[in-house]
């Protein structure tokens, strides 16, 4: 198998970035379009009634998927750093020890889910008209995410061994077959829901054997390696974990950030809209992933190149690659945001037809609901550079501050204040909070170094 030459140590910063985004960013979009594309064949075989019932369901796969990237950025931090010092072995060993731990995590989550799919549904907010339609697309779309979570975790190190073009076409064939699949089961088959749900459980099994394939057979250096058994073996699996979700935290609360957003929204869509408002709501929330994996691509790009150079102390470089990650992040934050604001109805009009009562509320929605993205995309991106160096702290503050401490309440006062207005413009002020507060960390963090070379002088 051909692989990339890079070299992260002496290539080009600007160079390097853009070797890893491109397929990054294609890859992640990719992802996105198996989500998107049930939404779009869900909501034109089968109404909008069963884009809110997948809507209900898609929350606690992101949080699965959270730990699946936790455990990948994890990994590869260490990885990196442990690649940069010569220590191969070890490299293969945290990777392995993420995958394993990974599997039996899921392997526990869907036992507990899916013993009543009907009191699941209902806790995530299902109402009595929906249910049925939540039974139907839950099994398959819950047991997706085994795979997901193997290529969660294995594209961080299928392009950390050099190859990520390769990590692009585990996501850019899964995509292409969900688009295949999802025509044929709803529409000649008439599956309806479960059918979009089936699709995107085959397309996911596709991309997790790619993953797996590479992992274990076709990687230059970073293959998996047999995990020992012993409790010496045990007690370290547990501590490289323990160190690995340390430093990939703020990752999980990144994805969890999306099953909070879903959750709340759909709950109070739910109580001032109605199913309608659900229903509204479910598009914008099938192109919000979109935004995330910007987002996330732009981290995933710089961090093997910020880890790499942390490891050999090189901050030059390092500084340098998270400047060209910042300038990115926004420019694509604007350019995410005039789509929105600019083509409502035309986006809303691929999941439904304009003029039902849901995609009204939608299209009305759209342009304040994307006041958030500028400011979601320079997070996550900021976020992914304190992973990248090991400052678990402020990573974890802020992944806390836009995904909980001020997501929740600005669901649950906004809309007191400003109606259904306030559901929409929830997201953008949780958001533009957060990165006042990661811009004057920022600012104080260089005040303080001013005034250690001051009185160094």
Known sequence: MKRDAIDLGTLSVPALFRIYLVPTLLGMLSLCAVTATDGIFVGRGCGSDALAAVNICIAPTMVMMGIGLMLGVGASVVASIHMANDNVKAARLNITQSLVVATIVVGLFLVISLSRTGLTGRILGSSDSLIHLVKAYMPWIFGACMFQVWCAIGLFVVRLDGSPKYAMWCNVLPGLM?????????????????????????????????????????????????????????????????????????????????????????????????????????????????????????????????????????????????????????????????????????????????TTPAAGIAIAGFPEYSAAFVFFIFNLTAIGYFQSVEKVVPSVVFALLRGVVLLVPSFMLLPMALGGDGIWLALAFSECATSVVIVGYYMYGRWRRGQTVIHQM
């Open 178 to 354: 969900n688009v295949v699949l999802d025509y044929v089961f709803i529409f000649p088959l008439g599956m309806g829901v479960r059918g979009a749900a089936l699709a995107t459980f085959l397309s996911c099994m596709a991309g997790g054997i790619m993953v797996m394939c590479y992992l274990g057979w076709f990687a230059s250096s970073l293959r998996l390696i047999r995990v020992k058994l012993s409790r010496r073996s045990l007690a370290l699996t547990l501590r490289n974990i323990g160190y690995q979700c340390k430093i990939g935290i703020s990752a999980l609360l990144g994805e969890a950030t999306m099953g909070v957003l879903m959750l709340m929204g759909n709950l109070m869509f739910m109580r001032y809209m109605g199913d309608d408002g659900v229903g509204a709501f479910s598009i914008a929330c099938y192109y919000c992933p979109f935004v995330f994996m910007i987002g996330n691509a732009i981290a995933q790009s710089a961090q093997p190149i910020i880890s790499y150079n942390y490891g050999l102390g090189q901050n030059v470089r390092v500084r340098a690659t998270e400047r060209l990650a910042i300038i990115t992040a926004v420019v694509c934050g604007l350019a995410v945001t005039g789509a929105f604001v600019f083509f409502p109805k035309s986006m809303v009009g691929l999941f439904l037809d304009p």
